[in-house]
Protein backbone atom coordinates (compact mmCIF):
# COMPACT_ATOMS: atom_id res chain seq x y z
CA UNK A 1 0.00 0.00 0.00
CA UNK A 2 1.19 3.61 -1.07
CA UNK A 3 0.79 6.17 1.24
CA UNK A 4 1.23 10.21 0.37
CA UNK A 5 1.89 13.56 2.27
CA UNK A 6 1.39 16.51 0.96
CA UNK A 7 3.17 19.66 2.67
CA UNK A 8 4.02 23.60 1.42
CA UNK A 9 0.45 24.65 1.17
CA UNK A 10 -1.04 28.05 2.49
CA UNK A 11 -1.78 31.56 1.97
CA UNK A 12 -0.02 33.51 -0.84
CA UNK A 13 -0.36 37.02 -2.08
CA UNK A 14 -1.14 37.62 -5.80
CA UNK A 15 2.45 37.50 -7.65
CA UNK A 16 3.53 35.59 -4.72
CA UNK A 17 5.10 32.33 -5.21
CA UNK A 18 4.61 28.78 -3.09
CA UNK A 19 6.13 25.24 -3.24
CA UNK A 20 4.65 21.92 -2.47
CA UNK A 21 5.65 19.00 -1.79
CA UNK A 22 4.28 15.11 -1.50
CA UNK A 23 6.32 12.50 -0.29
CA UNK A 24 5.25 8.65 -0.56
CA UNK A 25 6.03 5.81 1.50
CA UNK A 26 5.54 2.20 1.17
CA UNK A 27 5.51 0.12 -1.90
CA UNK A 28 6.22 2.09 -4.61
CA UNK A 29 7.82 0.29 -7.04
CA UNK A 30 7.20 -0.03 -10.95
CA UNK A 31 5.86 4.24 -10.24
CA UNK A 32 5.84 5.39 -13.63
CA UNK A 33 3.60 8.74 -13.24
CA UNK A 34 3.91 11.66 -10.72
CA UNK A 35 1.19 14.23 -10.66
CA UNK A 36 -0.04 17.34 -9.02
CA UNK A 37 -4.31 17.68 -9.52
CA UNK A 38 -6.44 20.79 -7.73
CA UNK A 39 -10.20 21.04 -7.02
CA UNK A 40 -11.92 24.34 -7.31
CA UNK A 41 -15.27 23.97 -5.06
CA UNK A 42 -17.97 22.09 -6.27
CA UNK A 43 -15.76 20.97 -9.39
CA UNK A 44 -13.95 18.19 -10.56
CA UNK A 45 -9.87 17.21 -10.05
CA UNK A 46 -8.13 18.52 -12.97
CA UNK A 47 -4.98 17.90 -13.94
CA UNK A 48 -2.06 20.96 -12.92
CA UNK A 49 1.04 18.65 -14.11
CA UNK A 50 2.37 15.46 -14.45
CA UNK A 51 5.98 13.71 -15.36
CA UNK A 52 5.90 10.02 -17.23
CA UNK A 53 8.54 9.26 -15.77
CA UNK A 54 11.62 8.87 -18.62
CA UNK A 55 9.08 10.54 -21.00
CA UNK A 56 7.22 13.72 -20.86
CA UNK A 57 6.55 16.28 -18.36
CA UNK A 58 3.06 18.54 -19.32
CA UNK A 59 1.35 21.42 -17.76
CA UNK A 60 -2.27 23.10 -18.06
CA UNK A 61 -2.71 25.66 -20.13
CA UNK A 62 -3.72 27.79 -17.29
CA UNK A 63 -0.20 27.10 -15.31
CA UNK A 64 2.35 26.55 -17.91
CA UNK A 65 5.27 29.09 -17.84
CA UNK A 66 4.54 29.75 -14.32
CA UNK A 67 4.44 26.52 -12.41
CA UNK A 68 7.17 23.90 -12.62
CA UNK A 69 6.71 20.03 -11.68
CA UNK A 70 10.02 18.22 -10.49
CA UNK A 71 10.67 14.70 -8.54
CA UNK A 72 13.31 13.10 -6.41
CA UNK A 73 13.36 9.47 -7.10
CA UNK A 74 15.52 8.46 -4.41
CA UNK A 75 13.02 10.16 -2.14
CA UNK A 76 9.83 9.11 -3.44
CA UNK A 77 8.76 12.54 -3.52
CA UNK A 78 7.38 14.90 -6.56
CA UNK A 79 6.98 19.10 -5.87
CA UNK A 80 5.42 21.95 -7.64
CA UNK A 81 6.23 25.68 -7.89
CA UNK A 82 3.98 27.95 -7.91
CA UNK A 83 5.74 31.54 -9.29
CA UNK A 84 3.34 34.44 -9.98
CA UNK A 85 -0.28 33.28 -8.53
CA UNK A 86 -2.83 34.63 -9.46
CA UNK A 87 -6.04 34.26 -7.20
CA UNK A 88 -7.99 32.06 -10.02
CA UNK A 89 -5.16 29.43 -8.49
CA UNK A 90 -6.79 28.76 -5.24
CA UNK A 91 -7.35 25.73 -4.77
CA UNK A 92 -7.60 22.29 -2.81
CA UNK A 93 -4.06 20.38 -4.55
CA UNK A 94 -3.93 16.71 -4.39
CA UNK A 95 -0.74 15.12 -5.66
CA UNK A 96 -1.11 11.56 -7.50
CA UNK A 97 1.33 9.17 -8.21
CA UNK A 98 0.57 5.58 -10.21
CA UNK A 99 2.90 2.46 -10.87
CA UNK A 100 2.84 -1.08 -12.10
CA UNK A 101 4.59 -4.01 -9.80
CA UNK A 102 6.50 -6.33 -11.53
CA UNK A 103 4.17 -8.95 -10.90
CA UNK A 104 1.89 -6.71 -13.08
CA UNK A 105 -0.70 -5.15 -10.23
CA UNK A 106 -1.01 -1.63 -11.20
CA UNK A 107 -1.39 0.72 -8.42
CA UNK A 108 -2.14 4.61 -7.41
CA UNK A 109 -2.56 6.68 -4.62
CA UNK A 110 -3.89 10.53 -3.83
CA UNK A 111 -1.83 12.57 -1.39
CA UNK A 112 -4.69 13.90 1.43
CA UNK A 113 -5.25 17.92 -0.44
CA UNK A 114 -3.60 20.89 0.72
CA UNK A 115 -5.28 24.44 0.35
CA UNK A 116 -3.85 27.02 -1.91
CA UNK A 117 -5.43 30.65 -1.20
CA UNK A 118 -3.93 33.71 -3.04
CA UNK A 119 -5.40 36.83 -1.76
CA UNK A 120 -4.01 40.22 -1.43
Known amino acids: QVQLVESGGGLAQPGGSLRLSCVAS????????MAWYRQFPGKQRELVADIIIGRTITYSDSVKGRFTISRDHAKGAVYLRMNNLKPEDTAVYYC??????????????WGQGTQVTVSS
Open 26 to 33: GSIGGMNV
Open 96 to 109: KMEGRYSAGAYWDA
